[in-house]
């Protein structure tokens, strides 16, 4: 009977933030956006202060550049929410700022979709553009003396963009040639954080069902000013979109758990170690059998021994032997 030494599958020994790590990619967006706001002067904080009798030192005062009103204001902030609601509708949380986690498996979708925001983005700019002398016409009857022409660019075009990249948040592999000591606490660190990760993404799973159940009980209690309240398909939808996207996910780690990802040098140390323990105890297991063996072979049992009393054939062919013999 053969023995198989091979490790065991990959699902019985690999952590939750292995698994993460495995099918998970970081992902970050950046946004460039036109501030309209901006503090006062020393001089105007000053003035501002007498009209109160307070010291200027204890107020915090600013002033609105522009009407983010305006419509053509309000679509070019449509799409940055739209863009940063889709990063993180489609992640999961990361303990580092900026940086969310997303299926490798959907990093070409959502770069598609990125894209196609950046594309609305430029469009929309192009249209506040166009009404910019409009808002700053209004914004100077509106800031009076406060209005400086200095706190306006000449256009905003390129002032409000959308990037996004994938940083790698593994150590660097040259890292342990050059000091093996700190590679292994670098990975001791990311495993750290990764296990963060595990906590924050069942975190943020609870609280979206327990948002979700939450919204599905407020429809389905009572009345609203003596009206049945309206229960519209979507609130089924959510639920649903829930489950599927959490049963998608789950496929995809299971998925991952059938292959091995990258481990730092103490886990491959550790599975070594384990491995040669395997084989020294199957080894040891086959001599055991073997020496068992062997002392049973050497052992007369009942069949090979000389019966204690010959019978009389026996006997008469001893003798025929024996006088052959003479």
Known sequence: MSTVLDEPAAHSSTSPAQR??????AVRVSLQWLGVRKTLTAEQKSQAADTFGAVGDYLSVGKKLLDTRHPSFKAVTAVKNKAVGFWKSLTLPFPEGGIRLIRQDRVEQFDAQMRQFQVELTEAVATLDRHYAELKSAARDRL??????????????GLFS?????????PPDYLQQLNPQLYEQECQRMQQRFDEAVRLAEAAFTAELAKVISHLTERLSGSED???????????????????????????????????????????????????????GVAAARRHRVVAGTERAGRPTGRSAAPEHPSPAQVGGGRHAASHQA
């Open 162 to 170: 959308i990037a996004w990249d994938f940083p790698s948040v593994e």
């Open 20 to 25: 993460l790590r495995t099918t998970m990619a």
């Open 226 to 280: 003596g009206k049945p309240k309206v229960f519209r398909n979507s609130a089924i939808g959510n639920l649903t979109e829930f489950f599927e996207r959490f049963k998608s996910a789950e496929r995809q780690v299971q998925r991952a758990a059938r292959r091995p990802g990258r481990r730092c040098p103490a886990d491959r140390q550790r599975r070594r170690a384990a491995a040669v323990a395997r084989q020294r």
């Open 144 to 157: 009076g003396t406060l209005f400086n022409e200095s706190d306006y660019p000449a256009s905003l075009e």
